[in-house]
């Protein structure tokens, strides 16, 4: 079973919409939440942490709840410069971080 | 300020050869983690490096080596190269061992033969 799962997409949506990613994670250990995303062929860039009560940054909010253990992303009002791949990453921490990634989401979005 | 950086962007080996790839944190950082990322999968955890010292390794084989220097740039070392070690391969530097925050590079792109 993997650390950390997504689905995969893609999620076709029109300029405006507003869509909701979803990821679930595995291990009850993990303590640190984050979204990257990621261009086509480009590197991961860290998109927002993920905090116990919620948090929102402009058109993006990030939710968890650990009690069943996944974390949400929700993207507001979605422009074309939206389209990427959004990476979900759980983190754990024994004697050093380990950050499990998701396989990723892809989202389109289409004028 | 200069991001991390990797070298070389692209690298086309055979399988048996061997590859060093090279990594630059960004100025200040010490910690230096390494991902491998085959196309259509996230990044999967190879090492981290802090201060010099190996602090954490994911489960890749022993083909698979990493050193960090003095500067704190680092180097992922791969033996025996085979087809499926073909893929992106990043270097994320954060300021400490317990850094949350991750910066990527933009990785070297291996395909192997």
């Known amino acids: 079973r993997k650390e950390v799962e997504q689905d995969p997409g893609p999620f076709n949506v029109p300029e405006g919409a507003t869509v909701a990613f979803n990821c679930t994670y595995s291990?009850?250990?993990?303590?640190?939440f984050f979204w990257y995303r990621q261009d086509c062929r480009k590197e991961p860039k860290l998109l927002m942490s993920?905090?116990?009560s919620g948090n929102e940054d402009g058109r993006f909010t990030a939710q968890l709840n650990r009690a069943s253990q996944y974390i949400s992303l929700l993207i507001r009002d979605s422009k074309l410069s939206d389209s990427a791949t959004y990476l979900c990453?759980?983190?754990?921490?024994?004697?050093?971080?380990?950050?499990?990634f998701g396989s990723g989401t892809k989202l389109n979005v289409k004028p | 300020d200069a991001g991390v950086t990797q070298s070389p962007t692209h690298l086309i080996k055979t399988r048996g050869q061997h590859v060093t790839l090279r990594c630059s944190p960004i100025?200040?950082?010490?910690?230096v983690s390494w991902y491998q990322q085959v196309l259509g999968q996230g990044p999967q955890f190879i090492f981290q490096?802090?201060?010099?010292?190996?602090?954490g390794r994911g489960n890749f084989p022993d083909r698979f080596s990493a050193r960090q220097f003095p500067n704190y740039s680092s180097e992922l070392n791969v033996n025996a190269l085979l087809l499926g070690d073909s893929a992106l391969y990043l270097c994320?530097?954060?300021?400490?061992?317990?850094?949350?925050?991750?910066?990527f590079g933009p990785g070297t792109r291996l395909t192997v033969l």
């Open positions: 994320a530097s954060s300021f400490g061992p317990s850094g949350t925050e991750q910066f």
């Open positions: 291990n009850s250990a993990s303590q640190s």
């Open positions: 993920v905090y116990s």
């Open positions: 990453v759980a983190m754990t921490s024994y004697n050093f971080n380990k950050f499990y």
């Open positions: 100025s200040g950082h010490k910690s």
């Open positions: 490096y802090y201060e010099k010292e190996e602090r």
